[in-house]
């Protein structure tokens, strides 16, 4: 069973400064990982989504890294900003595929500091 | 751009109701999404329906129902609403045509069972 783990479960950073988040995945099985952003009380938004061919993904100060061998992605968020304060979430979506269905990570609570 | 609707952001019910959620996507997406979200536990998959009038079940159906009569339209029916149903919902879609099978969330619904 796919279980999906986020460290850490929240970070706290001053403005300005470059941060990783992790993400890691039991079975390496995957068709692809996807990363979201969540603001509290709301619904998620897409940020990036890597298949199981690729290695990365960019999207503006956003990179988002896969490693399926090793059961592991990172989100890089370059020159943080508090508009970044927010909820990031990764999920991964099984090979043998279940209709699409996601794998969610319990999150990582980020908060930067002006 | 994709949009998921949601129905209600904030409905509040009595145990026993009956409550009606219902979602809709603009995209023309085969598959959509029923899942909820409770501190501490993260993201569970409801119900999942890969087309019209198909459906399957996920992680924790017990108390739910569902319905999809359009392509557009993916319904979350709680036959006999009770408080350990009060939670935040959201709804999810995506294609299945091409490689890219990104899935978009809706804004969630916030219900309370009292």
């Known amino acids: 069973k796919q279980e999906v783990t986020q460290i850490p479960a929240a970070l706290s950073v001053p403005e300005g400064e470059n941060l990783v988040l992790n993400c890691s995945f039991t079975?390496?099985?995957?068709?692809?990982l996807q990363w979201f952003r969540q603001d509290p009380g709301k619904g998620l938004t897409s940020l990036l989504l890597i298949q199981s061919s690729q290695r990365e993904q960019t999207s503006g100060r956003l990179n988002a890294s896969l490693d399926k061998s090793s059961g592991r992605s990172t989100l890089y968020i370059a020159a943080s900003q508090p508009g970044d304060s927010a909820t990031y979430l990764c999920a991964v979506g099984g090979l043998y595929n279940q209709g699409g269905k996601l794998i969610f990570g319990q999150g990582t609570e980020l908060s930067v500091k002006p | 751009d994709v949009k998921v609707t949601q129905s209600s952001r904030y409905l509040v019910k009595r145990t026993g109701e009956k409550v009606f959620l219902e979602c809709v996507q603009d995209?023309?997406?085969?598959?959509m999404f029923w899942y909820r979200q409770d501190p501490g536990l993260g993201l569970r998959l409801i119900y999942f329906?890969?087309?019209?009038?198909?459906?399957e079940k996920g992680d924790i159906p017990e108390g739910y129902s569902v319905s999809r009569e359009k392509k557009e339209r993916f319904s979350l029916i709680l036959e006999s609403a009770s408080t350990n149903q009060t939670s935040m919902y959201l709804c999810?879609?995506?294609?299945?045509?091409?490689?890219?099978?990104?899935?978009?969330f809706g804004p969630g619904t916030r219900l309370t069972v009292t």
């Open positions: 995209m023309d997406h085969e598959n």
């Open positions: 329906s890969y087309d019209v009038k198909m459906k």
């Open positions: 079975d390496s099985a995957i068709y692809n």
């Open positions: 999810a879609s995506r294609t299945t045509g091409g490689a890219i099978r990104e899935q978009y």
